[in-house]
């Protein structure tokens, strides 16, 4: 099964900026997506963007709106490394956020592609603060 392990969290004064790395054991299937989410404490876990590899929506993307035209997610040409450059942070950004994969799939709408409901592997996570 995949592994994926996030790396570049860290502490950044407001408008700054930040690149989370998500560096994940081959992916064999030909069709997958490899999402960003984050978590703050009581309050559930949430979609920040998503990125797709297979077939003729091959690289299309996803984004939450709360972080439309700030965030961007990116992948390597080897398809092992999925980073997220997030840009004009604010406090609101402060979150755990976790990289995740889920195998197998075929294209689906913004909703499901960003719903942590649908990923079945996990990395541990990268703190990400921002201060006012």
């Known amino acids: 099964q995949p592994q994926l392990m996030e790396s570049g969290g860290g502490s950044v004064e407001a408008g700054g900026s930040l690149r989370l790395s998500c560096t994940t054991s081959p992916i064999t299937a030909s069709h997958y997506y490899v999402g960003w989410f984050r978590q703050t404490p009581n309050k559930e876990r949430e979609g920040v963007a998503t990125?797709?590899?297979?077939?003729?929506?091959?690289?299309?993307?996803y984004y939450a709106d709360s972080v439309k035209g700030r965030f961007t997610i990116s992948r390597d040409s080897a398809k092992v490394t999925f980073s997220l450059q997030m840009d004009s942070l604010t406090p609101e950004d402060t979150a755990i956020y976790y990289c995740?994969?889920?195998?197998?799939?075929?294209?689906?709408?913004?909703?499901?592609?960003?719903?942590?409901?649908?990923?079945?592997?996990w990395g541990q996570g990268t703190q990400v603060t921002v201060s006012s």
């Open positions: 990125i797709y590899t297979g077939g003729y929506n091959d690289g299309h993307t």
């Open positions: 995740a994969t889920t195998v197998g799939r075929l294209p689906m709408t913004a909703i499901e592609a960003l719903s942590p409901r649908v990923y079945h592997y």
